[in-house]
C-alpha cells in the first residue's frame, strides 16, 4: 500500500500538545509548531485497524502483556537490527522518560554520580536531579560539522561515586548515528569503570538512508548484563499519545529491581490501545516505516537545499537519524532570547532553543522535519523571511 505523507491533516482540536500547546506556553495559537518530536503524518492503517477492533471489545480494564506483544517486539530487533532478544528481558513501559527515571532510582543511590553527554534530550538531567543524583556532563565536541563524543574526558570525569551513563543513541538533538567504533569505545570505558549505561535507543528506527542503527547491547554483548536498553514504537509510527515502549535488561537481579520500581510507582501494566498499536506497527507496518524513510530523507534534501539557497548564514548540520534537525544561528550574533524572541514573535515558529539541551548549545534551534513537505517549506519561508535581512558576522 503506498500511503500519502503529503497529506496536510489538522490537528486542531484534537488536544494536541504540538498544535495547542502554543496557546497556553506562548500565549500564541498562530505559531507554526515545530519543536516537539511528533510528526504530522497520519498513522499506518494496521494500526488503526488493531484499535478500532479491540475497542470494540466493551471491557477496557487493568491489562497484561500477551505474547503477541513479546513476539512483535523479538522479532522486529532481530529483523530490523539482528539483535537476539530473549523475551524474558522485556518489560513493559508507559514510556521512556519514566523509564530512565526508574532506572536512575533502581540503579543508584541518592548522590551517586550519572553522566550524559549534552547537548542531549533535557528529561535525562532532569532524571537524575529531580531523583537527587549528581549530573556529571560529558558535553559532545563539534568537530568540522559533526559531533563526537569526547571519551579521554569522559574517563577523567568518571570516579568511584559515579554509577550510571544515560546515552542517547541515536542522539536527539544533534542527528548523530553512533558509529560501532565509537559505541565500542564507549562500552570499553564503561565496562571498565564498571558504569551501568541506559540505552534510549527511541530513534533507532529513524536512521537516514546510508546509515545504520547498532543496539548497543548487540554490539558488546560481553556488556549486556550493565545495559539497560530503550526502545519504542512512538516517534518510528507516531504513536506517543499510546504510552507504550519496550524496555529490554538482560540481568535478571536488574530487571527484577527495576520491575519493583516500577510496581512501586504504579506504572507497570499495559495500556491496552497502546498494546495493540505497538504490536500491530512492529508485525504489519514495516512498509510504511520504509516510505516514511524515504520521505524524511526527501524532507532532509529539500530543507538543506531551501536553507543553502535563501539563509546559507544558518547553518545545518548533517541529519544522520532522527527526523530532527540542529541548526546554527551563531553568525547572526543574536542571544538566545533575541533569536527565540524573532523566531516566535515575528516569524511565527517555534523551535526548541538549544540550550534547554545543555552544554554548548547557545545559538543553535531544534528544528522537527517531520511534516508535510508543504508545511516544512512555509515554516522555513517564515524563518527566512524574518532572519533575511538581517546582518550576518561572517
Ligand atoms: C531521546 C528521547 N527519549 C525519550 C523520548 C520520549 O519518550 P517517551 O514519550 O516514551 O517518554 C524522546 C521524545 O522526544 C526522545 O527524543
Redesign the pocket.
Known sequence: MNYNFDRVIDRRGTGSLKWEYGAIAHGADDLLPMW??DMDFEVASPIVEAIVSRARHPLYGYTLWKDSYYDAVVQWMKRRFDWDVAKDWIVYS???????NLAVQAFTRPGDRVVIQPPV?Y?FANAVLNNGRQLVNNPLVLAGDRYRMNFDQLEEVIDSRTKMMIL?SPH?PVGRVWEPEELLRLAEICRKKNLIVVA?E??GDLVMRGHRHTPLAALAPEMKDMIVT?T?P??TFNL?GL?A?NIMIANEEMRERYIVASRNCGVWLGNIFGLEALTAAYSRCEDWLEQLLDYLGGNDQFFRRFMADHLPAARVLPLEG?Y?AWMDFRAFGYSDDELDELLLNKAKVWLDRGTLFGGPSSGFQRINIACPRSLLQEGLERIVGCLGGADVRN
Open positions: 516537539v518530536a508507559p514510556g521512556i522518560v519514566p523509564a530512565v534530550y528529561p542517547c536527539n534510549d527511541i530513534h530503550c519504542a512512538s516517534k506517543a504510552q515502549a532522527t530532527l
